[in-house]
């Protein structure tokens, strides 16, 4: 695959990303949602593919890549990238590769060949680096500490209401149907995808057309579920990547993830990796995402990976809400965490991702921590915990007190 030059990325041509509110962007990393031609943002209730990808919003966005430009929306990746890590741009360059028919690169679209689909927020659980955006326990938490008067003027109530989005019209199915024969590659994140049910009956829907077999699935799921209708299904594509988000382990699992049991994940890993016995197309993979609440503790969660079979890891960054990013983090702190990190006992297969950790979490500009021991606190006294009881090294670190 030729390309105009070596910060390209793909996805602006092929590409939508569904949010969970029913917004699009061109992927889930990119800072803007894409916009119509009035300036109004697009919502998948409503709005055609055709029209989101010829938009002056992503004609922009393609020559501004095609001039050798790095889009300010793709931020993230840039940062990843300055401190030696892989990012997503990256990562899709590698998985699309041999799906992408022609080297043709104009300000025009190319065929909608991957979906990154957040079929609203329901979730099951509420976790710490999460908001409700994307989880509807959260949101449910937020609005049952307001007053009455204030619950349904609330953002945390709208974001529960615009989550619904996937249930309550049909357009959006409509518009993926007239799609399909040309999709390649989906994701499926959340909410918690395993508690979607529609999204097994698109999955259907690329069997019936006898396309199945050309199609890659991927999913982060919070590995608190076992989907009973997914294997019936998963025996018919190309291939299926269930990525576990498993940030920590243990009690303080349980304390970043809230409603979640550690015992049940360990259980449905068990099954999990017992029906890839069954189906040689499913690969396992952990992704970790790195944030301030597990920072401290990656050697515990890379020594337990080590010892699970993964066919993938990924250890994923967290850069929003801002105040949970390592890279924000103040200069005293970063400076323990990183001689932490460099001295621990690392398996050898990650040091060199725990140099890139430490990398990015100093490139970036540290702030006084004062928001982040806020929002902490917040949370514990919410959910009557107390990192200091789970987490004693860090909360020293961060001169934390409930």
Known sequence: MNLPHNKFCVLPWISIEASPIGTVRPCCLADDEILDNNGNKFKLDTADFADIQNSNHMRQLRTEFLSGQQPKTCRKCWNEEESGRKSKRMHTLDRVKHTLLDDDWSHDSKSLMFLDLKLGNICNLKCRICGSWSSSQFAGEEISFMPRAEQKSSHAYKMIKAGAWPRENSHFWQQIDLV???????????????????????????????????????????????????????????????????????????????????????????????????????????????????????????QWITEQSFDFVYWNIMHDAWYFSISRLPADVKQELASYLSMCDTPEVYQLDFERIINFMNNGESMDGKETRSQIQLLDHRRNQNLANLAPELAEILKYEN
């Open 180 to 302: 399909l024969t040309d999709i390649r590659h989906i994701e499926f994140t959340g909410g918690e995808p395993f508690m979607i049910d529609q999204h097994f009956d698109m999955l259907q829907g690329l069997i019936d057309r006898g396309i199945a077999d050309q199609v890659e699935i991927h999913y982060n799921t919070n590995g608190t579920l076992f989907p009973d209708r997914g294997p019936d299904l998963w025996k018919h594509f190309k291939t299926v990547e269930v990525a576990f988000s498993i940030d920590d382990i243990g009690p303080r699992f349980e304390y970043q993830r809230s409603n979640a049991i550690w015992r049940d994940v360990e259980q449905n890993l068990s099954r999990f990796r017992f029906l890839r016995e069954q189906l040689p197309n499913l690969q396992l993979q952990c992704c970790t995402t790195v944030n301030v609440f597990n920072v401290r503790y990656l050697d515990q969660v890379a």
